[in-house]
């Protein structure tokens, strides 16, 4: 069987290896040509990233792919197949990006500690990057609003698959480098950190631009260069910061000596 058959294309991809499906009947020839599989999965990525997951039909797709509806059912079995493939498709890059320069900066430290500043960049500087398609927008950050904003089972497995073992790594990195943070500390501003690379990436769309009208040019969320700068700098500053029982004994502080006053007001 030549590499080109849809059938192997199928079972490569719609199913684990282990389980080869029967042969289907074979896709129209012109649909054979030219990577409709391909065609479809960028044709899916730019209607879910406009239309969402939820209001994009297939015909959408198909005629953005130029193909039938058939050849979704064949390469993909269904719509919801198709959410998976684009996701998967789309993250791959920048997790694998993400893993790979974080494993070669602990390499490159040779056992010493490392700046929390550091570890930031390689975690968002991969995002920021790949993130863009091959219009300028962010087409994967308006794929990952989705998902966080209605989830389904599919769309979860592919962050449990892809994005939560690397969640982990970060968190054991950045632990060594900040031991006055407890592990539930750093999990917390984690994901705080994921919040405000996600809030800068969807002012920074060309179709937003939000940031960059509000600050009059101030902020140029189109120069990928400063939004790296922009967010080493804010949540190297909050991993740097005290674990939260110091952050609770200053907090009772502040709250009793802004009491101390109105107590002696009353006994006075």
Not at 241 to 265: F, H, I, Y
Request: charged share 30%.
């Amino acid at each position: 069987m030549s590499a080109s058959d849809p059938a192997e294309q199928k079972s490569e991809v719609a199913r684990p290896r282990l389980q080869k499906p029967r042969r289907a009947a074979a896709a129209p020839r012109e649909e054979r040509d030219g990577e409709p599989r391909l065609r479809i999965l960028a044709a899916a990525e730019a209607v879910f990233a406009t239309r969402g997951f939820d209001a994009a039909t297939l015909r959408e797709i198909t005629e953005a792919a130029g193909v039938n509806i058939a050849a979704v059912n064949y390469y993909f079995s269904s719509k919801d197949e198709l959410v998976r493939q684009v996701l998967d498709r789309r993250m791959t890059p920048y997790t694998a990006a993400r893993a790979a320069a974080l494993e070669a900066l602990v390499a490159a430290a040779g056992g010493k500690a490392l700046k929390i500043a550091e570890i930031i960049e390689v975690m968002v500087r991969p995002i920021v990057e790949l993130s863009r398609d091959d219009n300028g927008g962010r087409s994967l950050i308006r794929l990952l609003l989705q998902v966080r904003a209605r989830p389904s089972e599919d769309t979860i497995r592919v962050f449990v698959d892809r994005v939560d073992p690397l969640v982990h790594r970060f968190v054991r990195v950045i632990q060594d480098a900040a031991p006055h943070l407890s592990r539930a500390d750093i999990y917390w501003r984690y994901n705080f950190s994921i919040g405000a690379v996600m809030q800068v990436l969807t002012d920074a769309d060309p179709t937003s631009l939000r940031l960059k009208r509000q600050s009059g040019g101030l902020c140029d969320t189109q120069d990928d260069e400063a939004i790296v700068r922009e967010l080493v700098a804010f949540i190297a500053a909050g991993f740097a910061g005290p674990g939260m029982p110091a952050v609770q004994s200053l907090t009772a502080a502040a709250r009793s000596d802004a009491a101390a006053p109105r107590r002696a007001r009353v006994r006075g």
